[in-house]
């Protein structure tokens, strides 16, 4: 195995604590292995399947992340692939200076950021595991959601062994596209979950649905062709641009965690409806996947136990 090294310095302010603090916390972290200072996961490279890991690059100042990427015969082409995955995951490139000067128009979730600067909307490996994640969650808690993902990887991902330690790779779209029902079910996958995901592993290897391509488009167009594919709504494809894409001003409002943690912030006395989210939401228009991602991180990290006051 070779071990190659980088660093990536963030623009702006960046909480790579409050990351790390969010992933451990998360129901979809699988693939991936998080501890107070560490990320780790595999990721496919040029050369094939690598553990890129991520910390605080000790010291720095301004604060700077230190990559790895370790692989058999590693080269520059796999450690740019992970320095590109770095990036994109965490968003380091993003200047979120704008987000904050949007939330001067909610004090609500302003006291949030206040206290918890410089969060940003993790991504979740690359958009087709987003998805396969989004349907997967889908009408069901957290806990067995993840309990689905988990099975999944062990049933039907790869492995890759890595200083003696086995580590499970997400599977490809070409893997589900091969699988049935019948393959699912003994899972406890439901059959209409099973349909979906099939779906659409065989819309990506049948029919050449490009996600990636969709970053390029408007957030309304790219939802547009999504919802066309069976089992894809509206909070699943605003879930995926937001989680899987980098969209930085799209929020899953139907998302039931928001409608809670959000109606108990504002003093609604119980769950917002999707129409309040979405007009609360438009006070940080221009950033409400930033806005979304706080209040999913406050909800997770029990930040809320009553109405916020804003005087």
């Known amino acids: 195995m070779t071990v190659l090294r980088a660093t990536v310095t963030p623009t702006g302010s960046f909480a790579f604590d409050l990351a790390l603090r969010y992933l451990r916390s998360s129901p979809s972290t699988i693939v991936e292995r998080v501890d107070e200072t560490t990320y780790a996961r595999p990721i496919r490279t040029p050369n094939g399947w690598g553990l890129v890991r991520v910390r605080r690059a000790p010291g720095a100042r301004p604060l700077r992340l230190a990559i790895e990427i370790e692989a058999a015969r590693a080269k520059s082409v796999d450690l740019e692939a992970a320095i590109h995955f770095v990036r994109r995951t965490f968003q380091t490139d993003v200047d979120a200076r704008a987000f904050a000067r949007a939330i001067r128009r909610d004090p609500v979730l302003a006291a949030i950021v206040r206290r918890h600067p410089g969060l940003r909307p993790i991504q979740i490996g690359e958009p087709f595991e987003t998805i396969m994640w989004a349907i997967i969650g889908q009408q ?6 993840a309990k689905l993902k988990r099975a999944l990887l062990e049933r039907h991902g790869g492995t890759l062994r890595i200083g003696g330690a086995t580590y499970r790779t997400f599977p490809e779209p070409a893997v589900i596209a091969r699988l049935s029902r019948s393959d699912l079910r003994p899972l406890q996958f439901s059959r209409q979950k099973a349909d ?18 969709l ?7 790219a939802i547009e062709r999504l919802v066309q594919l069976p089992g894809v709504g509206r909070w699943t494809a605003e879930y995926l ?23 108990l912030a504002y003093g ?4 917002a409806t999707e129409d309040e989210v979405r007009g609360i939401a438009e006070r940080w228009n221009g950033w409400r996947s930033f806005g979304a991602f706080y209040w999913w991180f406050a909800l997770q990290q029990g930040l809320v136990t009553r109405s916020i006051p804003t005087g």
């Open 140 to 145: 069901i808690n957290t806990t067995f959601a």
């Open 196 to 213: 979906y995901m099939v779906g659409v592993a065989r819309a990506i290897i049948e029919h050449g649905l490009d996600l990636d391509a």
């Open 215 to 221: 970053a390029a488009l408007p957030a309304e167009q």
């Open 241 to 263: 641009l937001m989680r899987g894409l980098g969209f930085p001003d799209v929020i899953p409002a139907a998302d039931g965690g928001l409608r809670k943690v959000m109606g």
């Open 268 to 271: 609604l006395g119980r769950n």
